[in-house]
Nanobody
């Protein structure tokens, strides 16, 4: 089982990126998906989370102060993937972004996001 992130890049301030986290050998929609980030010299911090898919409702989402109003977490169940759409990026968002399948304790390898002019 593994998670593979992609979509990190160099982007100018005010720009947007969409990160993807593809799961293999397990059904990601059965587990909570999370995005974390780790800025240079700092600890890893939670950005956003999405609940497992249920039969009765869409997955609920939750955001920390980092993401509110700018980032959106979502699922693409057909591709066994979660995404993080990031808008209005600034230099403080420069970090390695990691996804996690929470109940499995499974992490991806990370993808670098650099916001700079």
């Amino acid at each position: 089982v593994q998670l593979v992130e992609s979509g990190g890049d160099l982007v100018q301030p005010g720009g947007s990126l969409r990160l993807s986290c593809a799961a293999s050998r397990f059904t990601f929609s059965r587990y909570s998906g999370m995005w974390f980030r780790q800025r240079p010299g700092e600890e890893r911090e939670l950005v956003a989370a999405i609940a497992p898919l249920s039969d009765t409702a869409d997955s609920t989402t939750d955001y920390t102060y980092i993401a509110k109003g700018r980032f959106t977490i979502s699922r693409d169940n057909a591709k066994n993937t979660i995404h993080l759409q990031m808008n209005s990026l600034n230099s403080e968002d420069t970090a390695v972004y990691y996804c996690k399948a929470d109940e499995l304790g499974l992490w991806g390898q990370g993808t670098q996001v650099t916001v700079s002019s």
